[in-house]
Structures are given as C-alpha cells and as structure tokens.
C-alpha cells in the first residue's frame, strides 16, 4: 500500500551525479531547503508515457510555473546518471533538473519504491508528484494503484491547478505550410505579431494533400491550429487574432 506523506520531511539522500565529465554530489538540503519545488517521479527514462508526455509538459509549462513561486523542478528516476544525463540531451528538458535516484535510495525513503520485475526493470519508482516547500512535502498526487503504468493524477497540468488555479497556460500553436507559399509566410507572421510561439509543419507535395485533408478537411496551406482548434488559413487567422 503506497502511502501519503504530506507533512513529512522528505528524505536526506544524498545523489551522485556526472557532470562536465566529473563526478559531483547533490543532497536533498541542496535541492530543497529554503525552496519551493515541483518533484514529479516515474518508472523509468526513455520509456513512452514518460517520454512523450509526463516530462514534456512539466517542461512546457515550467515558466508558469515559476511565474507563480516555484524554485525548482525535478525529474527524480530510479536510473544511473548516465542515463538520466543522456534522456535529457534527448528530450525537451531544458527547464528539469534531472535526479538520478540510481540505488532507489530516494523513492524508497519515500515509500513508492515498487518491483517491475515482470517488465525486467527490477525495482522503480511508482509515478507520482508533490510539492515540497523546504523539504516538507506540501501536497502529493499519487497514481492509482492498478495493473500497467496509471497516468492520471502526477501530471504538469494538476500540479499546476493545485499551485495556481487561475493560471494562464500557453498556447499550443502548429502550422502546416509549404515552401514558398506568401499565405503560410502572412499567418507565420500575424502570429509572430501577436506574440505566439508556434511550430512550424511544412508538407511537401507528395503528402500535403492528403495530410490537410484528412486534419482539416481542406487541402490548402497554410492550415493554423490553437489549443487543438483549427482556425484555418491566413484569412481566417488574420479574423480570429482581431475578433
């Protein structure tokens, strides 16, 4: 039975890690005391859920996370820091401090240290988050425990609503353009106007056709969508940003 320790201490762990080619030493008080920190913790680096998702967005999301008093986020996993250095130059993680916990010593002391020898991982850590405030854990969100690999409640986005319910998240934008195509360049540009951070999806002419009509339903570029909404072109684009 995994256990709820909100109001306890997290435990002195002291953590080995490779940096510049060197070794170097971390401990729990240099990570937590007098701060504020973000900690979400899952069963391995480069495994999907953790890849794809679990990582991603409490990276994504990390500057709203500071904006609203948070010092410091962590990516604690039972992996070397071999590993844990390597999934970071792989991953967006730009804004994580990755943790390895490589003897488990941390998860354990925490109680959510779990055997996955069924999937050959030997013991990992159970997926789960908290905010510490000078190392006294504030809040937890535990998954569930059930058969696979639950992904329900250790994620950025409830974090997030637990530390600031009001805050303004931001916006996910994609672009489907072509090369050389002056609507992409204007809806590219509105956008830069507005202050929007967006990506970028140019489609050759081999696939193009086929890739806008099956997403939006016509086949001309550009086709801009925001927070999973299709605006449409630049016309369209231009009409919702003066709406």
């Excluded at 609503?161 to 994609?174: D, H, L």
């Amino acid at each position: 039975m995994l256990k709820n320790h909100e109001g306890q201490a997290v435990p002195k762990v002291t953590f080995r890690i490779r940096q510049n080619n060197e070794w170097t030493s971390v401990t729990t008080d240099e990570l937590f005391k007098n701060k504020t920190v973000a900690v979400f913790s899952l069963p391995g680096a480069f495994t999907p859920t953790c890849s794809s998702t679990h990582l991603p967005r409490y990276n994504e999301l990390a500057p709203v996370f500071f904006k609203h008093g948070v010092d410091a986020i962590l990516c604690v996993s039972v992996n070397d820091t071999f590993v844990m250095n390597e999934w970071a130059k792989d991953q967006e993680s730009q804004n994580i401090m990755m943790i390895p916990d490589g003897n488990g010593e941390f998860t354990d002391g925490m109680g959510m240290l779990v055997n996955k020898a069924d999937l050959g991982f030997g013991k990992r850590s159970w997926r789960y988050s908290m905010l510490v405030k000078n190392g006294i854990v504030d809040k937890m969100f535990v998954e569930p425990e059930k058969d696979g690999d639950p992904f329900e409640v250790s994620d950025a986005d409830t974090m997030l609503a637990y530390i600031a319910p009001e805050a303004k998240k931001p916006n996910q934008v994609v672009v489907f353009s072509k090369e050389g195509c002056p609507f992409c360049a204007k809806a590219k540009q509105l956008l830069s106007d507005q202050g929007y951070e967006y990506i970028d999806l140019p489609l050759d002419h081999k696939v193009r056709g086929k890739v806008l009509g099956a997403v939006s339903g016509t086949m001309t570029a550009p086709q801009v969508f925001i927070n999973g909404k299709l605006i449409g072109g630049a016309e369209a684009l231009e009409a919702h940003l003066t709406a």
